[in-house]
């Protein structure tokens, strides 16, 4: 194991400073709770911000271990005011042992669209893949940003808040076609699982 390697994490509010400091004004906010640091980024700042948390010494998040797309139109009961949909990423330092969240919002909601990381970690290909599938983001600068979970007649993206829950099509084999055809859904809208509203801090949280 490489002798430079930490012995142990460094505290959060440790990693917060540091990547404070590697940033400067090209974050939004940098946030620390439950033991978690959050860097919020404007799209235009997204691609560098990115950049730094990976070549900066003091940060060195060499591995992007996850991206996700989030729709937030329903946040907080349908309550949000801001962008609707945003990137979530989290880094690794193996390094320096330390974590870190980055957060950008698509500035469009009709066209949600960010940059690509690609470029930066390799790792970053199926998971915008899977974004753009499944929440219909768009990452520019991506080599071959094509459906990865769904099909390429998939209508829709499926992650969306107001994509219905049984579809828009259905897919049956014909057997007088002899092959796989689509049609419009046959199953009766229904809600079985009660939706739970729970009081806050619920469990201590805040």
């Not at 700042?45 to 990976?54: D, G, Q």
């Not at 330092?93 to 990381?117: H, I, K, W």
């Not at 107001?162 to 897919?171: I, K, L, N, T, Y």
Request: net charge negative; charged share 30%; hydrophobic share 40%.
């Amino acid at each position: 194991m490489p002798s430079n390697l930490a012995a142990a994490s460094p505290a959060p509010e440790a990693t917060r400073d540091a990547i404070v400091a590697a940033l400067g004004d090209k974050a939004k906010r940098v946030d620390l709770k439950l033991g978690e640091v959050t860097v919020i980024v404007s799209a235009a700042n997204y691609l560098e911000v990115a950049r730094i948390l990976r070549d900066d010494p003091t940060c060195s998040f060499e591995q992007l271990l996850d991206l996700c797309g989030v729709d937030y139109s329903e946040y907080k009961m349908g309550e949000w005011d801001g962008p609707r949909y945003a990137v979530t990423s989290h880094f690794l330092s193996v390094t320096l042992n330390q974590r870190v969240r980055l957060r950008v919002f698509a500035p469009d909601d009709e066209l949600p669209e960010v940059d690509s990381l690609v470029d930066l970690w390799s790792s970053a290909n199926w998971f915008e893949r899977e974004a753009f599938d499944l929440y219909g983001i768009v990452f520019t600068g991506h080599m071959d940003l094509r459906r990865i979970l769904t099909d390429y007649g998939f209508i829709g993206h499926p992650f969306r808040k107001d994509f219905p829950v049984s579809g828009e099509v259905e897919m049956i084999y014909d057997a007088e076609k002899r092959r796989v055809i689509y049609q419009p859904v046959t199953i009766e809208p229904r809600e079985i699982t009660p939706r739970i509203i729970r009081e806050e801090k619920y469990g201590g949280l805040q």
